[in-house]
């Protein structure tokens, strides 16, 4: 098991390192960014001192180990449009959204896990059949537009929840279900297929001829390997509900991070889009990782694969 999380973390390691450098990239994105910051008055004489001044006129590599030195000690330039340091105002934003990431995810887990086993357990009944129209429906549906009926459901009709703000819990009840609605039927659909293959082999007829109770067969037996394939699509819409929750927040008025982030594109705001992309994409690389760590003890086989390798 440590050489496998030793043989990942460098992995991980290394897409942390190319990531870096994609989001470090960024500003580069429309032009010479001296010529951005110099704005539509500046004259040449004007990009060519804030090129010496950002250090833009030296080798990009020497760019990029210089921010990149600086981000690990949590300085990610000074904002554009918010006239202050990156870093406070990413940190400010950052624990919202991972706040509602997190109600959202266990939304989320709270109705696909059920609905996926019920669904694998009465295959081809009205459960089963019901089970997938809630996630057909949650698919296809635009976030924004559910949201927008959430809010005329329980802010206006019924008066019961806020409509935007992040103050109280009852501010994430509704982003909470949003986001989660959203995320669930890939984790549904992966737990009624996992736990009807693994319901089909040999080590689950074996079980119920020992006399074993369903419950536990359901449950402690084809549930754990039906868990490996719906770890990693978890791990991979918490990223997505961590980094797409640009609509929700906007939607709800909800200053976190994906809002900061929308923001920051329409001005503009070149420092505070680096910062927020690499943080997005280090929380992905950083779930993917943990996601592998869980299915390898939860499947030995993938440490034993792994170690074929050497």
């Not at 978890?234 to 797409?244: D, I, P, T, W």
């Not at 929700?248 to 900061?260: C, D, H, P, T």
């Not at 929380?283 to 086989?301: E, G, Q």
Request: charged content about 15%.
């Amino acid at each position: 098991m440590l050489r496998f999380i030793l043989r990942r973390s460098g992995s991980a390691l290394i897409l942390m390192v190319v990531v870096s450098f994609v989001a470090f990239m960024l500003i580069f994105a429309a032009g010479d960014p001296a010529v951005k910051l110099a704005g539509e008055a500046g004259s040449s004489a004007d990009a060519a001192r804030i090129r010496a001044l950002y250090g833009f006129d030296k080798p990009i590599p020497v760019q990029f180990f210089h921010w990149i030195a600086a981000a690990v000690r949590g300085n990610f330039g000074h904002s554009l449009y918010f006239d202050q340091p990156v870093a406070s105002i990413l940190f400010d934003r950052l624990g919202v959204t991972l706040l509602l990431g997190l109600t959202s995810f266990i939304f989320a887990l709270v109705l696909a896990f059920p609905l996926g086993i019920a669904a694998a357990r009465w295959q081809n009944t009205w459960i089963d059949r019901t089970a997938l129209v809630i996630a057909v429906v949650g698919q296809a549906m635009p976030t924004f537009w559910f949201a927008l009926l959430l809010v005329i459901l329980f802010s206006v009709t019924f008066p019961i929840l806020p409509t935007s703000g992040s103050e109280t819990w009852q501010h994430f009840v509704m982003p909470s279900i949003v986001l989660g609605y959203f995320a669930a039927p890939a984790i549904m659909r992966l737990t009624r297929s996992g736990m009807i293959t693994a319901l089909e082999t040999d080590y689950i007829r074996t079980a119920r001829a020992m006399g074993i109770a369903p419950r536990n067969v359901l449950l402690k037996y084809a549930l754990r390997n039906a868990l490996i394939p719906v770890v990693s699509v978890s791990a991979a819409q918490l990223g997505y509900m961590l980094a797409g929750s640009v609509v929700v927040e906007s939607v709800f008025a909800i200053n976190g991070a994906g809002r900061l982030a929308w923001e920051s594109i329409l001005r503009s705001d070149l420092p505070t889009v680096q910062a927020l992309v690499l943080c997005f994409s280090l929380v992905y690389v950083i779930l993917t990782f943990l996601a592998d760590i869980l299915n390898a003890w939860l499947d030995p086989r993938m440490r034993l694969a792994d170690a074929r390798t050497d």
